[in-house]
């Protein structure tokens, strides 16, 4: 038996071969797509370049990492381009229309009903105020499908709030059944913990509700799906129905705002917030003169702390000896 060993730097004496692939395609704006070198021969400096040039580079990163984070600010088809180099040259990839970003998530599952008995005539909510009818996107009977896209219609919600929606239809009966869905992560889809709002069973249907927006909800355009249904005991956000109808509305999520108590120093203590939520990307953070607890925050080493941005009142002051991550 013997062993070889090589020691120094290997080169194999040919310039990289450009390449890279993104995590999400179609994200919506504001949201953060991790970007990846995926280049041969071994490049040692990146250089990236976004067509249009709106957008921002997150945690840290920027047009020169190997693997960047972005934001894209604007709604649109990004061209996204890579040059690798080594000591041996440069190579580029350039990927037109690569990255779509839009305002507001895409990609929902179909949700219908095949009948029209307690379909949904009016929802108020905020600046939302839609009274409609019913209609029919599928075929002629039996292939009725009814439901109403009515993303133009929105209205503004903070995280960790709660809102009152009325929902009223034509059809009294106590067997109606609500359901609804916020998709708080911006992810084309209700699926996620916390999204289901709304599960009303056998109550009619009809009335005020309360629904609150999850606290981690992303900031940005979102949907809100309405579903009335007839005698079922469950609440699903997708597929069909034999009565009652489905619209869907567009919620914007506004950063909450808060403001540190300071009963302790510890930033990562529930009990320093109001309503004991820690702060994350979505809430715009105050720090008084004079918390009322009377201790200034810190952030504690193996703390990653969150906010969407932060200001310290005069006299204020903020420790971090762990990381504090500011999406603004």
């Known amino acids: 038996a013997f062993s070889l060993i090589i020691s120094g730097d290997i080169d194999n004496a040919v310039?990289?071969?450009?390449?890279?692939?993104?995590?999400?395609?179609?994200?919506?704006?504001?949201?953060?797509?991790?970007?990846?070198?995926?280049?041969?021969n071994f490049p040692n400096s990146w250089n990236w370049?976004?067509?249009?040039?709106?957008?921002?580079?997150?945690?840290?990163t920027s047009h020169t990492s190997q693997f960047p984070q972005v934001e894209f600010d604007a709604a649109s088809t990004y061209e996204v381009t890579l040059?690798?180099?080594?000591?041996?040259?440069?190579?580029?990839?350039?990927?037109?229309?690569?990255?779509?970003a839009?305002?507001?998530?895409t990609g929902y599952a179909e949700a219908y009903s095949t009948g029209t008995y307690g379909y949904i005539s009016r929802v108020q909510m905020g600046t939302i105020d839609k009274s409609s009818t019913y209609t029919n996107i599928g075929g002629p009977d039996p292939d009725d499908q009814?439901?109403?896209?009515?993303t133009a219609n929105s209205t503004d919600v903070m995280p960790g709030q709660s809102y009152t929606i009325t929902v009223t239809t034509p059809h009294i009966d106590s067997g109606h059944d609500l359901g609804i869905w916020v998709d708080a992560n911006r992810d084309g889809d209700f699926d996620d913990s916390g999204e289901q709002v709304l599960c009303d069973i056998d109550g009619g249907g009809i009335g005020d509700f309360n629904i609150s927006i999850p606290t981690d909800a992303d900031l940005g355009s979102t949907r809100m799906r309405l579903r009335m249904k007839y005698w079922?005991?469950?609440?699903?956000?997708?597929?069909?129905?034999?009565?009652?109808?489905?619209?869907?509305?567009?919620?914007n999520i506004l950063p909450a705002s808060?403001?540190?108590?300071?009963?302790?120093?510890?930033?990562d203590d529930a009990s320093n917030w109001p309503d004991g939520v820690i702060p994350n990307l979505s809430y715009e953070v105050t720090i008084p003169t004079t918390p009322s607890g009377g201790n200034f925050p810190e952030i504690q080493v193996g703390t990653n702390a969150k906010c969407y941005s932060?200001?310290?009142?005069d006299g204020a002051t903020i420790t971090i000896n762990g990381t504090l991550e500011v999406d603004k």
Do not use: H, M, R
């Not at 040259?89 to 990255?99: A, D, M, R």
């Open 102 to 105: 839009t305002s507001s998530p």
């Open 15 to 40: 310039a990289p071969v450009a390449d890279f692939f993104a995590s999400n395609l179609t994200p919506a704006i504001n949201k953060t797509v991790d970007f990846s070198d995926a280049s041969a």
């Open 83 to 100: 040059v690798a180099t080594n000591s041996n040259g440069s190579n580029t990839i350039t990927k037109t229309s690569y990255i779509t």
């Open 49 to 60: 370049t976004f067509n249009p040039s709106t957008v921002t580079y997150k945690n840290g």
């Open 258 to 267: 808060t403001t540190w108590n300071g009963t302790n120093t510890n930033w």
């Open 146 to 150: 009814y439901y109403e896209d009515w």
């Open 310 to 313: 932060i200001t310290l009142q």
């Open 232 to 251: 079922d005991a469950t609440c699903t956000s997708t597929g069909s129905t034999p009565n009652g109808e489905v619209e869907d509305y567009t919620l």
